[in-house]
């Protein structure tokens, strides 16, 4: 088996007499048009971060990786609750043909206009007439929309669909300048950017420009890019924007979660440029999913707050938010991970003790009347053992007890079910202690509830 170059310029791995197309992988492969970066930023920079977006790809890309599509009802009030939380920009749809879900897409717009106008909505278009076509009437039922329009790009793509880097641009070229003439904002994008060689990323980004693309988007298609591949691409991208004269030009980045880089990858991202972020609630998506919304808010509001600059999203709503969409599309919560089940749960009675005695604390500052301490006594009780206060993004700590608790553990989860603490004698405490650690597993809920009603 040799290496050698296709017709394209693409490595190739030679097998007897065929020629199969490699990827170009933008972790490791060197070229001289992008060199490998030498070092990396740790994040970006709280400046990039204030200014950076994120765009809900919740109805479109997230519902390829459920059994079900939801009901229009159901993707209205999810759109309702993006705009609470401060989502601007969504996807909604791509050209399928003519059908039941085109038809729902097309109601969603519908809706969207008449009653969330503060949220720009986008569809994907492939390079075709029927999709131009179809992009037409999706913009007369919604004046805002926009077009991604897009091909795949890598040669393992090209190969298996039969075409060559100059049919790739003659047919961007002609969509784009044919949708951008229709009065409709258009975002350049490519499949598989991640595994497309910088020559042949370079060639289609100035065909995007050139053609009236006022914002370019990244697809890591398949996830296969790490931080210093999302790095060095974006980087890149970028640098071809001041090359052409649109230094000004945004930069989106689309991200899957199959090699469990998502969250590093929109971050390197942003900090080599990127102005926007896809993301899908729960990192819902087709395969291993997309980028995590709350993960990717959670660590962009943290550093805007951080940096002294405001923070774009309503916080408070980020639980009520991705709780409805996993139950929109029949996808049970994890126990562990970001804001999964169990993400402010402790039954630990070292955990629960600084809680119970920070409480304390705040007790008697509002004793004292000291009500601006008893306040931040009280975030502190919520923050001692999460990194996530609960408050903010609209949730509660909760408490229960088993084979690793104390008296602290039952006493707060007391305190959390609104009853005195200071009212549970000894005994009681040291019995419901005996029976979780007999049971050797965790009491919560209705269960601690009985016992607490017998004290």
């Not at 749960?345 to 004292?368: E, F, P, Q, V």
């Not at 408050?391 to 408490?399: F, I, K, P, R």
């Not at 000894?426 to 419901?432: F, L, M, P, T």
Request: a negative charge.
């Amino acid at each position: 088996m040799t290496t050698g170059t296709t017709s394209n310029g693409a490595a190739a791995t030679r097998t007897g007499d065929s020629d199969v197309p490699v990827d170009f992988n933008w972790n490791s492969e060197p070229d001289p048009l992008s060199p490998l970066p030498r070092t990396l930023p740790a994040e970006p920079t709280p400046e990039q971060a204030a200014n950076a977006e994120v765009l809900s790809e919740c109805l479109r890309d997230g519902l390829q990786g459920v059994s079900r599509y939801p009901d229009i009802d159901a993707m209205l009030k999810y759109v309702e609750l993006l705009d609470a939380f401060g989502v601007r920009s969504a996807t909604v749809g791509i050209h399928t043909g003519a059908g039941t879900l085109d038809a729902t897409m097309k109601e969603l717009l519908a809706g969207m206009a008449e009653h969330f106008p503060n949220i720009v909505p986008s569809v994907l278009s492939v390079c075709t007439p029927a999709s131009l076509k179809w992009t037409a009437e999706c913009r007369e039922i919604h004046p805002k929309l926009e077009s991604v329009v897009f091909m795949g790009s890598s040669p393992v793509r090209r190969m298996v669909q039969g075409w060559d880097m100059d049919f790739i641009l003659r047919r961007m070229e002609a969509t784009i300048s044919e949708t951008v003439a229709l009065g409709i904002p258009v975002i350049g994008g490519t499949e598989h950017t991640t595994q497309t060689a910088p020559a042949d990323v370079r060639a289609i980004t100035r065909v995007q420009v050139e053609n009236g693309a006022y914002r370019v988007a990244v697809a890591d298609t398949i996830g296969i890019a790490r931080p210093v591949g999302a790095y060095r691409l974006c980087s890149f991208i970028r640098q071809l924007l001041d090359e052409l004269g649109t230094p000004d030009m945004k930069l989106d980045w689309h991200g899957h979660r199959d090699t469990g880089n998502a969250l590093g990858n929109a971050m390197m991202a942003i900090a080599a440029g990127a102005n926007r972020i896809h993301v899908v609630s729960r990192g819902v998506g087709e395969r291993s999913g997309n980028a995590s919304l709350e993960e990717v808010v959670l660590n962009l509001a943290a550093m805007q707050a951080e940096g002294g600059h405001p923070v774009s999203w309503n916080m408070t709503e980020l639980l009520g938010l991705i709780s409805f969409y996993q139950e929109m599309v029949d996808v049970p919560t994890a126990d562990h991970g970001v804001l999964g089940k169990r993400y402010s749960y402790t039954s630990s009675g070292i955990h629960t003790d600084a809680i119970l005695k920070a409480n304390a604390l705040a007790d008697n500052a509002r004793k004292a009347g000291d009500f601006p301490l008893e306040q931040k006594l009280r975030e502190m009780a919520r923050v001692v053992y999460s990194a996530v206060d609960p408050a903010a993004v609209g949730g509660t700590y909760s408490v229960g007890v088993s084979q690793w608790s104390g008296t602290s553990s039952v006493k707060l989860a007391c305190l959390q079910s609104g009853r005195d603490p200071e009212k549970l004698t000894a005994e009681r405490v040291d019995q419901i202690l005996a029976y979780a650690k007999s049971e050797g597993r965790e009491l919560e809920g209705e269960e601690l509830e009985a016992w607490f009603a017998q004290s």
